[in-house]
Nanobody, 114 residues
């Protein structure tokens, strides 16, 4: 199992980024996928999750109305569209899948700063 995130970077407050997580090594469409983030000195927290077929999503209250999780099962990829970014969104963002055990990607840094 491999999860590879991309799309992070430096963005000004109010800007947008789209993160991608390319998955391999398992039947992607059969499993829910999640995005988490971890800011310096803080615990890792759930940002958003999506069901295997993509019909059901759930967002943390802190990102509702700003972030959208989606997936393309033909491309084995889950996305996180982040709009209206705030400095508090600065963190390393990880994708996660729970099979018989939990797998994490290596993370991608998102920095929101002017």
């Amino acid at each position: 199992v491999q999860l590879v995130e991309s799309g992070g970077g430096l963005v000004q407050p109010g800007g947008s980024l789209r993160l991608s997580c390319l998955a391999s090594g398992f039947t992607f469409s059969s499993y829910a996928m999640s995005w988490y983030r971890q800011a310096p000195g803080k615990e890792r927290e759930l940002v958003a999750e999506i069901s295997g077929a993509g019909r059901s999503t759930n967002n943390a209250d802190s990102v509702k109305g700003r972030f959208t999780i989606s997936r393309d099962n033909a491309k084995n990829t889950v996305y996180l569209q982040m709009n209206s970014l705030k400095p508090d969104d600065t963190a390393v963002y990880y994708c996660k899948v729970r099979l018989s055990q939990v797998y994490w990607g290596q993370g991608t840094q998102v920095t929101v700063s002017s």
